[in-house]
């Protein structure tokens, strides 16, 4: 397999929650490359609802912090799309919860705002900052209030 199809492949493995062939073919080398988007597998593999090829790729050597061209991480992905168990993964292995992207959202503001409240809690409970604010100068609870998230409100002024 030439460089530029395992490339591919990865990706595709990624994107297709394709663990075992992820565990095979994934090295340090080529585990943080980008597509057109900057997204890696890793962001692909965790916005799909892959746990176990999430977890392959972290296992490889992923950076769990890497940001696509937006400012978006794997984390974030996962708070928009809300995935608890994977979300968990990422924060157990240390995934940092208060990366901003290119507007200064974070992925507890993700949370909040799309209602992934069981996501709120975790971040809470890890230490997510609740100050930080994005480029209109609006934090999580602000964000939550505007989406009328009742239950996040509560969590985030409290």
């Known amino acids: 397999m030439t460089p530029d199809t395992l490339v591919r ?9 394709d663990a075992a062939f992820i565990r095979q073919h994934a090295n340090v080398q080529h ?3 980008r597509d057109a988007r900057g997204y890696t597998p890793l962001i692909i593999a965790a916005y799909n609802g892959h746990l176990e090829a999430t977890e392959a790729l972290l296992d ?15 984390l974030m992905g996962v708070c928009f799309k809300g995935y608890p168990d994977i979300a968990n993964l990422l ?3 240390g995934a940092d919860l208060n990366i901003q992207h290119g507007n ?9 705002m799309f209602g992934r409240n069981e996501l709120v809690k975790m971040m809470l409970l890890h230490g997510a900052d609740t100050n930080i604010r994005e480029s209109r100068g609006l934090t999580a609870l602000d964000l939550a209030v505007q989406q009328g998230n009742l239950e996040a409100v509560a969590m985030l002024d409290s």
């Open 91 to 93: 924060i157990r292995r």
């Open 31 to 33: 585990i943080d490359t």
């Open 60 to 74: 490889a050597g992923a950076d769990i912090n890497a940001q696509d061209y937006g400012g978006n991480t794997a």
């Open 104 to 112: 200064g959202g974070t992925a507890l503001m993700f949370a909040a």
């Open 9 to 17: 492949s990865i990706f595709d493995a990624a994107r297709t929650g």
